[in-house]
């Protein structure tokens, strides 16, 4: 049985070899030149500044509709409330009016002035 199990074994191990030796041929080494650390690294950062350009184009979108969502929304809302606040006054003019209304209202109904 165990000369059956050393068979198997080398037929394999001669499979796998064959195996081998078919990689390398289909993915041979790079050859080593004097260039290769840089090229290397160069590749490496196209990739990097790839993903970064996506999130800064990305994150440029965002800030130009915040910014026009804004000036819209200032377009609208700000003559409504410049034309409230000129039409409402402060707190003191609405007590003085008041005042006024109160004082102009006994005027009429007594005829004394106070």
Avoid at 8 to 36: H, K, N, T
Avoid at 46 to 58: D, S
Wanted: charged share 25%; hydrophobic share 45%.
């Amino acid at each position: 049985m165990d000369r059956m199990d050393d068979k198997s074994m080398e037929g394999r191990e001669g499979r796998l070899d064959a195996l081998w030796v078919e990689y390398r041929q289909a993915c041979p080494d790079p050859d080593p030149a004097p260039d290769f650390m840089p090229n290397l690294w160069q590749k490496i950062d196209q990739r990097r500044t790839g993903n970064a350009r996506v999130f800064r184009r990305l994150a440029q979108i965002c800030v130009m509709a915040t910014v026009a969502l804004t000036l819209l929304m200032g377009a609208v809302l700000i003559p409504r409330i410049q034309a409230e606040a000129f039409f409402a006054g402060s707190y003191a003019d609405e007590l003085a009016a008041e005042h006024i209304n109160a004082d102009y209202t006994d005027f009429l109904t007594t005829g004394d002035l106070r």
